[in-house]
């Protein structure tokens, strides 16, 4: 193991080798490249913590003892990550490996220009970045990694590994006392949504004898169309394609169909009966919990992991019964009879290598071993567990934490949920599952693995997400919002249906025919 003082005369070596490697390469010509050894391995990498780990820490010890190399890792705070990673794009100084959170436009040129490595025939040779239909190892939820390292690549090129995250997490999150005062049931269609929905907003589900709650909690979402909102899972819900989809042998936008206008006229309904939060187009989403808890709202379409975070809110507040206050329901049955349910991307950006860093296929060999011994069972357990035995102990299948309120112990597992950005989990996650802190939380687990596997068998795909279409780089965010926009001013009652249709159209004929042109010609090339 290379010690630390040796490790920044390393780096200063690795760098240089990096550096006349790309001269090398040039002189001895192509079929002579210049072979160099990597002794630390430079990474930028998004930080969500408040403190960056410390180099020389328990946890980036360990990972470097697993690797069987140093790591010099450049953190930079999540909210700067998107401008620190086009102004590294724009440089000289690349590091090795990158973590790429999208497909930006910045990044699309980069690696459509040659600044990155191809991976697509590469990963293959590594089994732990060896994307094949599996279960997630530990809560059995089917994933298909296949299909996820397509949604991540550019137009079937695959230029990082994918960073794996929960295929299928939509749920309807409501208030399990309010179902219990009614003598109501959790809804497992739209049409009963609006129902209980409608008893939430006027049957005094708090037995305060006011009227002052409302079924369904919405904020005003940050993202445009397409962005998972509560809207766009409910227009899954009554049939829509999600975001993008198939009708007639040809992909159009979801907002191209009669579902789509069904399903927000469904919405509308609520809206104007005050069956939704007053303020849905102005709530903070950062405060989305606090009508739920405070007992305004009964509600929440979001993921499924937001019923924990209840779950722990209410925890607060009684730790006795709180148990009683939190249920969910996976994906509702739509008005045609059938169970469309909306899925997640299934990764969150990956892993890119630049070839200015990493010029030879041998030093390409050297980074993707070490990507593949961190995705490995032993490297999955250390980037999201810890080390068994000092922050952690296995219970049951779970992880259950070991001395949580020591200092160093909070340190450490500060630093595994920053290192946490770096697991790929490309082969399936092998990790230990957090033990669920009691019979309630272990129930709403339970409950939630036997909905998200159910909902797994009906998922309606976005066919577009491994395309990148030149006019929707361009201009499909300002385009987008033109729907997003609308789709807010037709429950306002800002617009009518007539004048919902006209905006539609201003998107096609503002751009957006290009873009479904486009769109169909890539699709084609991806067979």
């Known amino acids: 193991m290379t010690t630390k003082s040796s490790a920044r005369t390393g780096r200063a070596l690795a760098a240089a080798a990096a550096a006349g490697a790309v001269l090398l390469t040039a002189a001895c010509g192509p079929d002579e490249p210049e072979a160099a050894s990597l002794t630390t391995l430079t990474v930028m990498a998004p930080l969500l913590e408040t403190q960056a780990p410390d180099p020389e820490g328990e946890l980036q010890t360990a990972v470097e003892e697993l690797i069987g190399k140093d790591l010099d890792i ?13 102004v590294t794009l724009a440089s000289d100084q690349l590091p090795h490996v990158m973590v790429v959170q999208g497909k930006t436009p910045a990044f699309v040129q980069s690696a459509e220009a040659g600044a990155f490595w191809d991976l697509t025939d590469k990963l293959g040779d590594y089994p732990n970045l060896t994307a094949n239909p599996a279960a997630d190892q530990r ?13 991540a690549s550019v137009n ?3 230029y990082g590994v994918f960073r794996l995250r929960d295929a299928m997490r939509t749920a309807v ?5 309010w179902l219990d005062a009614l003598g109501l049931d959790a809804p497992t269609t739209t049409d009963e949504l609006y129902e209980v929905a409608k008893a939430f907003s006027e049957q005094d589900p708090d037995g305060n004898g006011q009227d002052d709650t409302y079924g369904i ?10 962005t998972s909102a509560p ?12 975001a993008w989809g198939e009708v007639d042998g040809e992909l159009v936008p979801g907002f191209a169909t009669e579902e789509f206008f069904e399903a927000n006229a469904y919405v509308k309904k609520m809206v104007d009966e005050g069956i939704v939060n ?37 925890k607060e507040q009684d730790p006795e019964g709180y148990g009683d206050y939190v249920t969910m329901e996976g994906n509702l049955v739509g008005p045609d009879g059938d169970r469309h349910s909306y899925p997640t991307p299934g990764f969150n950006g990956f892993l890119a290598i630049p070839k200015s860093s990493v010029p030879t296929e041998e030093m390409l060999a050297e980074v993707l071993t070490v990507l593949d011994t961190m995705s490995s069972e032993e ?26 309120e020591d200092p160093e112990i909070e340190l450490l597992n500060a630093d595994i949920r920053a290192f946490a950005q770096l697991g790929t989990n490309t082969n399936g996650y092998q990790a230990y599952t957090a033990l669920p802190a009691g019979d309630p939380e272990l129930e709403l687990w339970n409950h939630r693995q036997e909905i998200h596997t159910r909902d797994s068998e009906t998922v309606v795909a976005n066919p577009t997400l491994p395309l990148v279409s030149p006019t929707q780089v361009e201009r499909g965010a300002t385009l987008d919002q033109i729907v997003a926009d609308a789709r807010i001013k037709y429950y306002a009652g800002q617009l009518d249906e007539a004048g919902f249709r006209a905006e539609v159209q201003r998107w096609f004929d503002e751009g957006g025919d290009e873009i479904v042109t486009e769109m169909n010609e890539l699709y084609a090339g991806l067979g």
């Open 156 to 158: 079937g090129t695959v």
């Open 74 to 86: 450049t953190w930079v705070p999540n909210a700067e990550y998107g401008d620190k990673t086009t």
């Open 379 to 404: 490297g999955q357990i250390l980037l999201n567990n810890g080390i068994e035995g000092r922050n952690f102990e296995v219970v049951d299948g779970f992880a259950r934490g070991l001395d949580e």
């Open 231 to 242: 809207y766009d899972v409910i227009e899954t819900w009554f049939g829509a394609p999600n």
């Open 139 to 151: 809560s059995g939820v089917p994933i298909d990694t296949e299909t996820i390292q397509l949604n």
């Open 173 to 177: 999150v409501l208030r399990k006392d």
């Open 278 to 314: 007053p303020d849905y187009a102005t709530l903070d989403s950062g405060t989305w919990n606090d009508p739920f808890v405070q007992g305004k709202g009964g509600i929440i379409i979001d993921v499924s992991s937001r019923a924990g975070v209840l779950m722990g809110l209410f």
């Open 217 to 226: 909690v919405v904020p005003k979402w940050p993202g445009s169309y397409g």
